[in-house]
């Protein structure tokens, strides 16, 4: 028995298919950072690479052979992958910078720990929050929702054919970080609104009773109902959640008509 023949644009192309499976995982939430071990990393890309890549289309004739021609794909590859991963994790974020925006209203924005999907710290509250809605995310197959995207983006935008410079594709991007802020805001809503109130309720206190230490006395109010009232706004967590992952899914449906190239 011979050895196998490898054809060159056959490989051009599965090595692309490899650089866009490898991108949407190394940037996925849950995945990214340090929580998931590289090794894991890595037979993940390559056991869905090997799964995806003979059903891959892709024309022969548009693969360069030459490294000055491969470059603009590969960059196009790491840059669709990069969107994918990009539109569902800014969910996950948002949730992070809600627990950031209430730290500082409940006085716990000096309690920080390290974070291990970013490297730095990040206060505990944010941590946390940002761990339930994790579990929230993959109880409702957020993480297929990105999966199925990856897969039917080799359909609309196979290797060797992308558009990548559309201004629409770096539309949705802005405005999917401006709803990040929007949907921060939303998360943090109640408990910076109750905590505005009690502040301003100290402030009215401090003016008739100057011999009172708010400092003292109004952190540990703080506290206690900055939780209580997170407590009664968690379980609005999952409803918000669904909504958004379908939105998610329509947004991604656009982008990869986006990527799609000009017939």
Request: proline share 6%; with cysteine.
């Amino acid at each position: 028995m011979g050895a196998p023949i490898i054809n060159a644009a056959e490989f051009t192309a599965y090595v692309l298919v490899l650089l866009r499976v490898s991108t949407v995982i190394v940037f996925a939430p849950i995945f990214s950072g340090n929580t998931v071990l590289t090794q894991v990393k890595v037979l993940l890309c390559l056991m869905m690479t090997f799964a995806v890549a003979p059903q891959v289309e892709y024309n022969a004739s548009m693969l360069p052979m030459t490294w000055y021609g491969y470059v603009p794909l590969m960059l196009g590859e790491f840059i669709i992958g990069f969107t994918l991963s990009f539109m569902v994790k800014v969910i996950l974020e948002a949730v992070k910078m809600a627990g950031e925006y209430m730290s500082f209203q409940m006085s716990l924005s000096m309690l920080n720990s390290m974070d291990p999907t970013s490297g730095g710290q990040t206060p505990q509250l944010a941590l946390l929050l940002h761990m339930f809605m994790s579990l929230i995310f993959l109880y409702a197959n957020g993480h297929m929702l990105l999966i199925k995207a990856m897969v039917e983006s080799f359909t609309i935008a196979p290797p060797g054919l992308l558009n990548i410079w559309r201004p629409e594709i770096f539309t949705e991007v802005i405005r999917a970080m401006l709803g990040m802020n929007i949907l921060a805001l939303q998360i943090a809503g109640p408990v910076i609104g109750v905590l505005f109130c009690v502040k301003a309720a100290f402030g009215i206190v401090a003016k008739a009773v100057p011999q009172m230490n708010i400092l003292f006395v109004g952190i540990p109010v703080y506290i206690i109902v900055g939780f209580s009232v997170l407590g009664f706004s968690m379980p609005w967590w999952p409803q918000i959640l669904g909504q958004l992952l379908v939105g998610v899914d329509g947004t991604l449906d656009r982008l990869l008509h986006y990527f799609a190239p000009v017939q």
